[in-house]
């Protein structure tokens, strides 16, 4: 049977750029998709830029035009990979045009902004797509399941953290996240830390409905590029208590200057039978403590990937043998196609990215108001 082709338009080919593209490749190698997918055309900030990128990621066409390619009829998805203030208008762009969209996030640095991709989606009856990949790791889902089937007991506690150190150098330029319209390292990488929180509790123990932030700029200026100086408004570190509807407590904590951490994306959820334990640095392992264990034998045991945890088993038939990166992006390429198709939601849209938003603007208030913030 002759599947439908679904032309691709990428805005952006730098590491999320690139990123979106191996998911794809991988995605049609490994899953059964509802489309034959073609990479039609990518955009880019300059003519040779663009034509370079099409060269090395297989592209068919390349412009410095992003509107040109938003309104192509040609183009079915659009891909947004670009910096975070550029996002609200290539998508209502895209939007308007009747394209699906998969945007990298954070959705929008402006809930307002957020809300209105969201509703603009939902009135055109376009798919949507926020790129929150670290979700769709198999032992997350895992995770998600012990906890909603009460494997924990009720929920008592979280702890969250996302923590890199790409800004830890204070000579670095500054950059477009730097910007105060970009959002700061919250918004950046914290934003992580919160989807994962409202992901694996929300069956158990319910949303997130009040924060009391703490958000602080470490590094006060940084160069222009220009031979100048230019002050840094954003939050380095951003961090908050949180409570849940069930009455749990927790944390998280964004942090884009944590000298030494590449890739730290952390959670330990405690509860009154049980407690899980889980590090990005060895995102193919979970692990689980039972207070069923014998005195004397109690202690977090290691649960390796593999098969048993889906979609693991279409990668590899042997389990311990790891995922990767782009294989995570993989899996929510695919499952952003079959919700293109119809066969089942969208896995975290423009609503869902929206939430993430409003988080975190409730998170920056209560850090200028030095209070607790209810979350609607």
């Given at each position: 049977?002759?599947?439908?082709?679904?032309?691709?338009?990428?805005?952006?080919?730098?590491?999320?750029?690139?990123?979106?593209?191996?998911?794809?490749?991988?995605?049609?190698?490994?899953?059964?998709?509802?489309?034959?997918?073609?990479?039609?055309?990518?955009?880019?900030?300059?003519?040779?830029?663009?034509?370079?990128?099409?060269?090395s990621?297989?592209?068919?066409?390349?412009?410095?035009?992003?509107?040109?390619?938003?309104t192509?009829?040609?183009i079915?998805?659009?891909?947004?990979?670009?910096?975070?203030?550029?996002?609200?208008?290539?998508?209502?762009?895209?939007?308007?045009?009747?394209?699906?969209?998969?945007?990298?996030?954070?959705?929008?640095?402006?809930?307002?902004?957020?809300?209105?991709?969201?509703?603009?989606?939902?009135?055109?009856?376009?798919?949507?797509?926020?790129?929150?990949?670290?979700?769709?790791?198999?032992?997350?889902?895992?995770?998600?399941?012990?906890?909603a089937?009460?494997?924990?007991?009720?929920?008592?506690?979280?702890?969250?953290?996302?923590?890199?150190?790409?800004?830890?150098?204070?000579?670095?330029?500054?950059?477009?996240?730097?910007?105060?319209?970009?959002?700061?390292?919250?918004?950046?990488?914290?934003?992580?830390?919160?989807?994962?929180?409202?992901?694996?509790?929300?069956?158990?123990?319910?949303?997130?409905?009040?924060?009391?932030?703490?958000?602080?700029?470490?590094?006060?200026?940084?160069?222009?590029?220009k031979?100048?100086?230019?002050?840094?408004?954003?939050?380095?570190?951003?961090?908050?208590?949180?409570?849940?509807?069930?009455?749990?407590s927790?944390?998280?904590?964004g942090?884009?200057?944590?000298?030494?951490?590449?890739?730290?994306?952390?959670?330990?959820?405690?509860?009154?039978?049980?407690?899980?334990?889980?590090?990005?640095?060895?995102?193919?392992?979970?692990?689980?403590?039972?207070?069923?264990?014998?005195?004397?034998?109690?202690?977090?045991?290691?649960?390796?990937?593999?098969?048993?945890?889906?979609?693991?088993?279409?990668?590899?038939?042997?389990?311990?043998?790891?995922?990767?990166?782009?294989?995570?992006?993989?899996?929510?390429?695919?499952?952003?196609?079959?919700?293109?198709?119809?066969?089942?939601?969208?896995?975290?849209?423009?609503?869902?990215?929206?939430?993430?938003?409003?988080?975190?603007?409730?998170?920056?208030?209560?850090?200028?108001?030095?209070?607790?913030?209810?979350?609607?």
């Amino acid at each position: 049977m002759t599947k439908r082709k679904l032309r691709i338009g990428l805005i952006g080919s730098g590491f999320m750029g690139k990123a979106h593209v191996f998911g794809y490749s991988i995605a049609m190698r490994v899953f059964d998709l509802p489309f034959d997918l073609e990479l039609h055309t990518i955009a880019d900030i300059t003519d040779e830029a663009a034509a370079k990128a099409a060269s090395s990621l297989g592209f068919a066409r390349s412009t410095s035009d992003w509107r040109s390619l938003v309104t192509s009829p040609d183009i079915d998805v659009v891909n947004i990979t670009t910096p975070n203030t550029l996002h609200r208008d290539m998508a209502l762009a895209a939007i308007a045009g009747g394209k699906h969209v998969y945007c990298e996030k954070p959705l929008a640095p402006l809930a307002t902004d957020a809300r209105e991709m969201a509703e603009a989606a939902e009135a055109a009856g376009v798919k949507t797509q926020v790129g929150f990949n670290y979700l769709c790791n198999p032992m997350l889902g895992f995770a998600r399941d012990m906890i909603a089937a009460g494997e924990l007991g009720e929920i008592r506690g979280y702890r969250g953290v996302h923590a890199e150190d790409y800004m830890a150098d204070s000579a670095g330029p500054f950059t477009f996240r730097h910007d105060p319209a970009g959002g700061g390292a919250l918004a950046d990488i914290g934003s992580h830390a919160l989807a994962t929180a409202e992901f694996l509790l929300s069956p158990a123990a319910g949303p997130i409905t009040q924060v009391m932030g703490d958000c602080v700029t470490m590094i006060k200026e940084r160069p222009d590029g220009k031979g100048g100086r230019r002050r840094v408004e954003v939050d380095d570190v951003g961090r908050a208590f949180l409570r849940f509807a069930n009455g749990a407590s927790g944390s998280i904590e964004g942090n884009w200057i944590a000298t030494g951490r590449k890739m730290q994306h952390d959670f330990e959820v405690y509860g009154s039978k049980g407690a899980l334990a889980f590090s990005q640095e060895r995102f193919n392992e979970l692990h689980f403590f039972s207070t069923d264990d014998h005195p004397g034998r109690q202690g977090f045991r290691r649960i390796e990937a593999g098969p048993d945890h889906r979609p693991y088993g279409l990668f590899c038939v042997a389990p311990g043998h790891q995922l990767g990166f782009n294989d995570l992006k993989a899996i929510e390429a695919a499952a952003y196609l079959d919700a293109i198709a119809g066969h089942r939601s969208e896995p975290y849209n423009f609503r869902a990215g929206l939430r993430i938003q409003m988080l975190v603007e409730a998170i920056h208030a209560s850090s200028r108001a030095g209070t607790w913030k209810d979350v609607g």
